[in-house]
């Protein structure tokens, strides 16, 4: 299984809408395809959207090379595109991040280059995005898995597995390394209304790994907590500010306030792509709002009236004062976070 993979100058993507039903690769040969497939969730999780929309910008100027460009209006249809790609979702900041990135590859090749000179950059940048992002979750389970110090049953919401990164996964990764270690006795696995990731996704990922896991709807979370049946939570995130306040799936909030009602370490895998450095709080984090039939309609069947007003943000933002610590692949950040993200920044430099 691969989440997403280069070869022959084609992206290809395992289809996340329809796991874990089948198990069917979309092959991307345009820049196009792949925006549709992070428009769609064909390809989702931050870490995975980021690479994904790295690979496009390859595809874009491949395709730029029939039309004999010379170099600033290469640079110009290469924004353009990029300028396209950071319009497919709004939230998680490795889109922009991995955008930005590429953007600055193309702008460093000289005035004297040509389109395969900047294809051959641009790939190689893709390809480091790509490899980069999984042995930074390599060494984020290292850093997450010394949290764990005893058999533990955690609670985890939507996917932040292989299936959201290139390999591996952040809050899985974490998961993964210290179930290894003998410290993960069960993870409770909450399904994720509306497009249940983490029943479709969470739970098949770690069937397959033979990770002993429990699926729960949504609403069970607290009475799970309640009941001594967790002793930790673990998420990923889409966007973290300067503050510590982390953007991930709609419901992860709610987890949050049940865990601090119940004395349970609230802990975020995120790699530092997921940081954005230029916000103070949370609440500058823009948070995306999906089509109405996501609620109408479950599995498939229309649940709902007619008509019915629906409110459908696909992120929520859980304030710093409920996060216990966040993992990142340098370390693990405490409170202070002001203190503890601005060190991080100086490494990011
Ligand atoms: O809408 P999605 O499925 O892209 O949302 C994904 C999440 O919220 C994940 O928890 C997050 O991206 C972390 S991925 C390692």
Redesign the pocket.
Known sequence: MHTLDWSNNCLSLINQTLLPNEVEYIECHDWQRVAEAIRR?EV??????GAAAAFAMVLGAKELRQQNLNMPELKEKLTQIADALRKT?PT?VNLFWAIDRMLTVVNQVPETANTQDVIAALQEAALTISEQDKAVNEQMAVHGASLFTAPTAVLT?????AL??VAV???LGVIRKAWKQGNITQVFADETRP?L?GARLTAWELMQDNIPVTLITDNMAGWVMKNNMVQAVI????RIALNGDVA??IGTYSVAVLAKEHNIPFYVA?PSSTFDFTISSGDDIPIEERSESEVTSFGGNCVAPTGVKVFNP??DVTPHSLVSAIITEYGILRSPYTESIKQLKQYCK
Request: glycine residues 14%.
């Open positions: 969730l989702r999780g931050a870490p995975a959207i979702r998680a919401h939507c996917n932040a597995g959201a990164t996964g952040t809050a497009l990731q998420v990923g995130a889409d991930n799936k995120a696909a992120f």
